[in-house]
């Protein structure tokens, strides 16, 4: 069923905001995914605050110049487009649709775009093979506590050995 001009209008406003929150978001090919994949694909991106959505190139493109998007983002669409955005995370749009391309073949990565950059294929799949942001503070934090753990038992080695002497004096004066 086709839609009314108020419905498309009231689409593209949608997508312009979704395009100016946003810092991250992925472009892709999603011909011949059954619905269950694209229910999956909603599914996943919902549980990481993003959104998975099927939009018309030609209201795609009115939205990014609303937006204020360099042309070079829009200009080269053809086919049908898939946008995946998350909210909180730049970089879960990435991650989330790089690994459901590799369980659903029919979904294919165009293009990303990153804080004002565009992104190629290449680029995306790089950014999603990039560790979360939890990961690596983890990183941080192990390698900040490694040199305090061995500070703390080189310190609690001279005391137990301290003790130690201090019982060997003990024994031979009993």
């Known amino acids: 069923m086709a839609k009314s001009r108020k419905q498309k209008e009231a689409l593209v406003q949608e997508l312009t905001d979704v395009l100016k929150e946003s810092k991250a978001y992925v472009l892709s090919d ?3 995914m059954t619905v269950s994949d694209v229910q999956d694909l909603r599914k996943r991106m919902k549980e990481k605050s993003g959104t998975f959505m099927v939009v018309k190139n030609s209201l795609f493109k009115i939205a ?3 937006a204020g998007l360099d042309e070079e983002f829009y200009k080269n669409l053809v086919g049908p487009v898939a946008l995946t955005v998350s909210s909180e995370d730049e970089v879960a749009s ?3 649709t790089f690994e459901f391309a590799k369980e659903c073949k029919a979904l294919e990565i165009k293009e990303g775009f990153l804080e004002g950059n565009v ?3 290449e ?5 999603a093979k990039l560790p979360t942001k939890q990961e690596l503070i983890a990183k941080v ?3 900040i506590n490694a040199p305090l753990s061995g500070l703390v038992t080189v310190l609690s080695g001279n005391s137990r050995k301290m003790v130690q002497v201090l019982k060997a004096i ?4 009993s």
């Not at 680029?123 to 950014?127: A, G, I, N, T």
């Not at 003990?170 to 004066?173: G, I, P, S, Y």
């Open 170 to 173: 003990a024994d031979q004066k």
């Open 30 to 32: 999603y011909r011949g």
């Open 141 to 143: 934090v192990g390698t």
């Open 94 to 96: 990435a991650k989330e």
């Open 119 to 121: 992104l190629k294929k």
């Open 64 to 66: 990014a110049k609303n």
């Open 123 to 127: 680029d995306v799949e790089s950014l």
